[in-house]
């Protein structure tokens, strides 16, 4: 036999699959084979088995041929027909009792009878057969006992049927009792209980009339207050409307005498014209033969007159001229004009030279600023022409005559345009923008002297001290096409310094309230800071709300910062504005203070247009006289 085969031959005996074959299982193996019990021993020890009563597959193997040869193993096992005839006789002689059993019960019993009936022992055999007998008679006995069981299991269901039908009526009978008797009961309570809200409604109803009728008369005695209090008001309105009308009157009365004193102006400007063309003309020919009396040597360096503003023009006394004639000839001339110009009256100056106490206060270099927008004509231009050439003179005739034709001629109100080359021999200023004052606001740490850094010097420094007090930048910008100055003031966030940051809060055109997005008790106490930038001022400022620090959420756990959408609700609250910043890495910084002062520009503008519609009886009598003094 080939090794596989006796691989599966081994498998096949080794029941328990422990890799050995036992004693018990080649013992079973053998009893299959129908192998009689006496040589079961003699044929396991040929093969070979070991100290401990078991066999290998080496000793298997190498042993099988011998013991195949020595032995016909297929002579062992008998055909199923000659099994199974010993226990078909002893069913015929059973009577075919054993048919009480089960047929698995039968195949086991069939099995153990053909196993003793090869052991060829009659006496086990005789003693099966017996057991067999008892156990197909107690069959028997337990098969007629259940039919007995059985028959009184239906006699006891059937009286039972019969007892549950007598109790499901006696059932019904006792429920129907007790529901009627609920049912009374409940209504009774019903009753009373409906009782009981009928006497609170009532109740209630009268203590409701009651409160009515008080508040019907509480109601009344408030209507009589406000009746009385509107009619106080009436009166003081009808007072004042008669006060505004008696002052509407006057200013009319003013306005006509105004017109008048226009008209008494004009007539005298108009003299005022004739006579100056009569001086120009004896100056230039008292230029002329000045030049012809001057020598090369006595010449000095032309310099450059700049105009000079009406209200610090000053006639000096120790300059006198000698032109002769010209002097007795206008001598009333400079008199009147002498006396004009001490007689107090205002040339109009530019809007932003008065434009309040709020512009006078800002008195340093770069917040003051003047704008022009005055064009001269051609004549002031060869006029002062005219007295840059006698300028050049140096005798004491030739200046005073000068002096005495820049006091005759038409002064204006404004400077007058320079030339190209006057603005780079002086180096003045560029003509600046508005300015607008802008606070930075919000708790101490925020980073506000750190945003107000990197905004006028774009840099960022670890080790910032602490704001003591209030400081202030100033930044250039240019805001929707036009130069802007922005005058940004820092203040402390500490407690003690409130009181510092309200005084700003009142006099600035914009907020700048910042707060730490790592730090959840600034953003808190943004709703504080409005709270007092609402009561420091009347009016609405535009507010620009900033998270900063925004460089920091990354490095921190989530949910431990304040979030984006969170600043948005709170900005929209407050009808500001909202954005995040990093004055570390310059993120949105410039932005921020753009978009804010976009927004004060509007807010201004506003405000004059609104402030220009309220004066505009007055502001009609001013331009009258400015028109007056421009002509």
Not at 100 to 105: A, C, E, I, Q, W
Not at 388 to 398: G, H, I, K
Not at 590 to 607: F, I, N, P, T, Y
Not at 614 to 626: E, I, P, Q, Y
Request: aromatic share 6%; net charge negative.
């Amino acid at each position: 036999m080939d090794k596989p085969s006796l691989q599966r031959l081994f498998s096949a005996c080794d029941i328990n699959k422990s890799g050995v074959i036992e004693y018990e299982d080649f013992t079973v193996v053998c009893r299959e084979l129908n192998v009689p019990e006496d040589e079961i021993k003699t044929l396991f020890n040929k093969f070979g088995a070991s100290e401990d009563g078991c066999i290998n597959y080496s000793n298997f193997s190498s042993r099988f041929q011998e013991v195949s040869e020595t032995l016909d193993l297929a002579s062992f096992g008998s055909s199923p027909q000659s099994q199974g005839k010993p226990w078909d006789e002893f069913q015929s002689m059973m009577d075919d009792a054993t048919g009480l059993l089960s047929g698995r019960l039968r195949d086991q019993l069939a099995e153990l009878y053909q196993a003793m009936y090869s052991t060829s022992e009659p006496l086990l055999l005789q003693q099966y057969e017996g057991l067999v007998d008892a156990l197909v008679s107690e069959s028997k006995d337990h098969r007629l006992e259940s039919e007995q069981l059985e028959t009184s299991l239906r006699r006891t269901e059937e009286l039972n049927t019969s007892q549950l039908t007598e109790l499901e009526e006696d059932m019904q009978q006792q429920l129907a009792c007790v529901e009627d008797r609920v049912r009374e009961e409940e209504r009774k309570r019903m009753e009373g209980v409906m009782a009981a809200l009928q006497r609170r409604h009532e109740n209630e109803v009268a203590d409701l009339h009651t409160v009515m009728d008080r508040l019907l008369k509480t109601n009344v005695s408030i209507l009589q207050v406000e009746m009385d209090k509107l009619k106080n008001m009436y009166a003081d309105q009808k007072l004042q409307h008669e006060r505004e009308s008696d002052e509407l009157k006057k200013m009319v009365i003013e306005y006509q005498s105004y017109s008048s004193h226009i008209e008494i102006l004009q007539a005298m400007n108009k003299k005022l014209y004739d006579s100056n063309d009569g001086l120009r003309s004896a100056l230039v020919n008292d230029v002329a033969s000045s030049k012809r009396r001057l020598s090369p040597n006595n010449e000095i360096p032309a310099r450059r007159m700049k105009p000079v503003r009406q209200s610090t023009l000053i006639n000096s006394e120790g300059e006198h001229t000698t032109v002769g004639s010209s002097k007795t000839t206008n001598s009333h001339v400079a008199s009147w004009a002498d006396a004009y110009l001490d007689s107090g009256v205002s040339l109009p100056m530019d809007t932003t030279e008065s434009s309040g106490s709020e512009s006078d206060s800002d008195d340093s270099a770069e917040t003051v600023h003047h704008s022009y927008s005055y064009e001269p004509s051609d004549i002031e231009i060869s006029d002062v022409k005219l007295e840059a050439s006698q300028a050049t003179l140096s005798v004491a005739p030739s200046k005073a005559s000068s002096i005495a034709s820049s006091i005759r001629r038409r002064l204006s109100a404004f400077p007058i345009k320079q030339t190209e080359a006057d603005l780079v021999d002086t180096g003045g200023p560029e003509c600046p923008g508005p300015m607008y004052r802008l606070v930075l606001a919000g708790d101490a740490g925020s980073g506000k002297s750190s945003f107000l850094l990197r905004l006028s010097l774009n840099e960022f420094r670890g080790d910032i001290q602490t704001t003591l007090g209030v400081d202030f930048q100033i930044k250039k910008m240019l805001v929707d096409g036009e130069k802007t100055n922005l005058q940004i003031w820092d203040t402390a966030g500490q407690e003690r310094f409130r009181s510092i940051a309200r005084s700003y809060f009142r006099k600035a055109h914009g907020v700048l309230l910042l707060y730490d997005v790592t730090s959840e008790s600034s953003f808190l106490n943004v709703r504080e800071w409005m709270d007092q930038i609402q009561e420091s001022t009347d009016e609405h400022l535009p507010m620009c709300v900033i998270g900063n620090k925004v460089d920091l959420r990354e490095d921190r756990p989530e949910g431990s910062c304040v979030s984006t959408v969170d600043g948005e609700r709170l900005a929209r609250t407050y009808n500001a504005l909202f954005c995040e910043t990093s004055a570390k890495e310059g993120t949105n910084v410039v932005e921020a203070v753009l978009h804010l002062a976009r927004g004060v520009k509007k807010s201004v503008k506003l405000r004059r247009q609104s402030e220009s519609q309220v004066k505009l009886s007055l502001s009609s009598s001013k331009k009258a006289l400015t028109n007056c003094c421009r002509v």
